[in-house]
C-alpha cells in the first residue's frame, strides 16, 4: 500500500535559518525506494517555493495552504484568482486601510498607497532579494492569499466579512501579534493533503504529517500518523502521535525510523 508523507518546510525539513540536514536528502530517498510518496505541504505560494527544494526528492507539493496542489506534474487544483478580481480586493483593503502584502503564483504584489506602513519595508527587503518584489497595477497580478498586518481584531471580522460581501470568501488565519494569513475559504493544509491522498486512493492513515508550528495544525490534527518536531510548542507535541528530534539533531530521520518507514541503521 502506498503511504504518502507531507513535509512542512521551515523548521521541519530545513533548519530555521533554512539549512538541510545531511540526513535528510538519504533519508527521503530511502523512504520512496519502501514505496512512500515525498510530498511538500507548505504555506507559500508558488512564487516563494526555494530553488533549494529541487535537492529532495519529490512528487508533489500543496502550495499556499492547499491553495495550489500539484502531484507528479499535474495541478490538481489553483485558486488564482483573474487580475480583474484580484483589484476588487484591492478596493476592499483599500478601504479598510488595512496594510497587506498579496501573495501570488508569479510573485509578491505591493499596493503603493501602503509603502508609508513599517511591515511593508521588512517585507520589501525580502522580495527584492528573491526578485519577487511586483505591484498590483501589473496585468499579471492576480490574487491566492494575503499576509496582513491587523492591529485591532475588530478589524479583521470587518476585513473578512467585506471581502465576502463583494463575492471572495476569505478566512484568517493568526501568525503573529498583529500577522495574518487571509486564506481563501475551503483551503487548509489538510484540504491540500485529501487532494493528494484522492489522486492516489490512499486512506487517511497511510499519511504521514511533519510540522514544527501552530499553523501545521490543520494538517497534524487531519491524519492519525503526526509527527511533531522536537523544537515544537508544547501545544503542538500534544496533538501530534508522535514527537522526534529537532531538525538539526535528524530529526526527520529518525522519526522514518522510529516509524518503520525507513529501516534503522
Not at 478596493?91 to 503603493?112: A, C, H, L, Q, W
Not at 522580495?127 to 475588530?154: P, Q
Request: aromatic residues 10%; negative net charge; charged residues 30%.
Amino acid at each position: 500500500m502506498t503511504k504518502i508523507l507531507f513535509f512542512d518546510i521551515d523548521g521541519t525539513l530545513f533548519t530555521n535559518d533554512f539549512k538541510l540536514p545531511a540526513t535528510v536528502r538519504p533519508a527521503l530517498l530511502m523512504a520512496r525506494e519502501h514505496g512512500c510518496k515525498i510530498y511538500i505541504n507548505t504555506g507559500r505560494t508558488l512564487c516563494n517555493i526555494d530553488k533549494k527544494l529541487q535537492e529532495l526528492p519529490l512528487d508533489g507539493i500543496s502550495m499556499g495552504c492547499g491553495c495550489r496542489v500539484i502531484a507528479e506534474g499535474k495541478t490538481l487544483i489553483s485558486t488564482e484568482r483573474s487580475h480583474e478580481e484580484s483589484m476588487k480586493i484591492v478596493d476592499v483593503y483599500r478601504r479598510n486601510k488595512i496594510t497587506t502584502v498579496y501573495e501570488s503564483d508569479t510573485g509578491m504584489f505591493f499596493d503603493d498607497e501602503n509603502t508609508d506602513d513599517d511591515m511593508i519595508p521588512v517585507w520589501r527587503e525580502y522580495t527584492d532579494k528573491r526578485g519577487l518584489t511586483r505591484f498590483v497595477d501589473d496585468r499579471d497580478f492576480r490574487a491566492v492569499k494575503m499576509f496582513s498586518k491587523i492591529i485591532d481584531e475588530a478589524d479583521v471580522d470587518r476585513l473578512i466579512d467585506d471581502l465576502k460581501s463583494e463575492g471572495f470568501p476569505f478566512y484568517p488565519i493568526r501568525r503573529s501579534k498583529y500577522g495574518y494569513e487571509i486564506v481563501p475559504e475551503g483551503y487548509t493544509k489538510a484540504t491540500g493533503i485529501d487532494m493528494v491522498r484522492d489522486y492516489y486512493g490512499v486512506g487517511l492513515e497511510d499519511c504521514y504529517v511533519f510540522g514544527d508550528s501552530e499553523n501545521d495544525l490543520s494538517m497534524l490534527m487531519h491524519v492519525p500518523n503526526s509527527v511533531a518536531m522536537g523544537q515544537s510548542p508544547e501545544e503542538v507535541k500534544k496533538c501530534c502521535s508522535y514527537v522526534t528530534d529537532t531538525p538539526e539533531n535528524d530529526g526527520i530521520e529518525k522519526a522514518l525510523m522510529g516509524l518503520g518507514l525507513i529501516p534503522r541503521k
